[in-house]
Each structure stands twice: as structure tokens, then as C-alpha cells.
């Protein structure tokens, strides 16, 4: 130990180690990491985890509603079931068209005037289907009671036209009802209600008085 004359103050050996009394040692750091490491069971990491992979609800909220996939897929059944009926109702009538001018062609519009018959129970339960329904309809009224002699080749050939649509169209729209009435029209058929009129001469008049009697 060393000491200073002038002051009598003595100093500690060089060797022997200071420590301080306020001194507190190192915290293990290492511990706290190790306390701090989330579990595998923890409910915090495992939400961490679902969303790092992907939340299915999240995607498919996303997704079309099933309403819509639903309300496409049975309108492409009925168009496609609407196009079986079609197709039955122009065979019939390109039957007729190959026996024009027999006797057999008066049974082929009967069974086609049956065949248009049973469509109206079929295309009621398709409801995206209506247009066609119309058209069906408007053949039906066209062909009424008419005797069968009177039906020209161009008069058939104009009815089969019109039923091709619902084979040939993937969406069958009023735009194809308008087309189908002026094809029949323009082809001599009767579309349309009519009015007939008596001999005006002998309607009497309104404005004169009734003969005395």
C-alpha cells in the first residue's frame, strides 16, 4: 500500500479490484430473450400465422355471391332447354315443308299445332325464357284454323325462319320478337287481330231517325 506524506491519505494496492458499492451486476440478457420468445401454442402467432398464409373468409369474401352464380346457371339451363324445344317445333314444320301439297301435310300441322301446345306448359317454368314464349305464341295465333291447302311453301318457310331463332340465339330478347313479327308479316301471315266490317251500306245511319212505325 502506498502512502502520501502530505496528506496521510492512503490508496488501495493497483492489484486488488475496485468495486463500487452502487455497482449492480449485468441482467442476463439471454434470459430475457428466452422469456420474451412467443410460444407455438400462442393465440397471438397463430392469427399471425393464418393471415401470413392467407385468410380463406377474407378471399372469398371477394368471390360472386352465390346468388348470381345460381340465377347464371339457370338461365343457361333454360336457354338450353329452350333450344330443345325450338328445335322439335322447326322439325315438325320441316316435316309439313316436305310433304307441301299432300294429303300427309294436314297431319304434319296437326302435330305441329301439339307440339305448340305442350311448349306452352315447358317455356311457363322457364322464366328467363319469355320472349320466346312470345314468339311460340304469336306462331300459334298465326297458324290458327287456318285450312291447310290455303298455307303457301313461303307462308311454312317463313314459320320455321321464325322457330329457328330459339335454336340459333344464345339469348333470345324482344329484339328477336320484333324480328320474328315482321318476318311473318312480311310473308303474308296474319299476326295481328283483325276487325271485319259488314257492308257499310247497309249499317244505318246515326244521324238518321228511325222511320216511324
Do not use: C
Request: hydrophobic share 40%.
Amino acid at each position: 500500500m502506498a502512502r502520501f506524506p502530505e496528506t496521510g491519505t492512503s490508496i488501495l494496492s493497483a492489484t486488488k479490484p475496485v468495486q463500487a458499492k452502487w455497482t449492480n451486476p449485468l441482467p442476463d440478457q439471454t434470459r430475457e430473450v428466452e422469456d420474451h420468445m412467443p410460444s407455438v401454442d400462442d393465440q397471438t402467432v397463430a392469427r399471425v400465422n393464418l393471415r401470413e398464409r392467407g385468410d380463406r373468409q377474407i378471399k372469398d369474401h371477394y368471390d360472386a355471391p352465390a346468388e348470381t352464380s345460381n340465377e347464371t346457371g339457370m338461365a343457361l339451363a333454360a336457354a338450353e332447354k329452350r333450344r330443345e324445344i325450338a328445335a322439335r317445333l322447326a322439325k315438325a314444320i320441316g316435316q309439313a315443308l316436305s310433304n307441301f301439297g299432300a294429303v300427309k301435310m294436314a297431319a304434319d300441322l296437326a302435330l305441329l299445332k301439339r307440339e305448340l301446345s305442350q311448349a306452352h306448359d315447358l317455356l311457363r317454368t322457364l322464366p328467363t325464357e319469355g320472349d320466346f314464349f312470345s314468339i311460340v305464341v304469336l306462331v300459334e295465333s298465326a297458324l290458327g284454323n287456318r285450312p291447310w291447302r290455303e298455307i303457301s311453301r313461303q307462308e311454312l318457310q317463313a314459320l320455321k325462319a321464325t322457330l329457328d331463332i330459339g335454336v340459333k340465339e344464345a339469348k333470345v330478347t324482344f329484339d328477336e320478337y320484333n324480328r320474328a313479327l315482321r318476318t311473318l308479316n312480311a310473308s303474308g301471315w296474319k299476326t295481328g287481330p283483325t276487325l271485319e266490317f259488314g257492308n257499310v251500306e247497309d249499317a244505318p245511319d246515326d244521324d238518321e231517325e228511325p222511320a216511324d212505325q
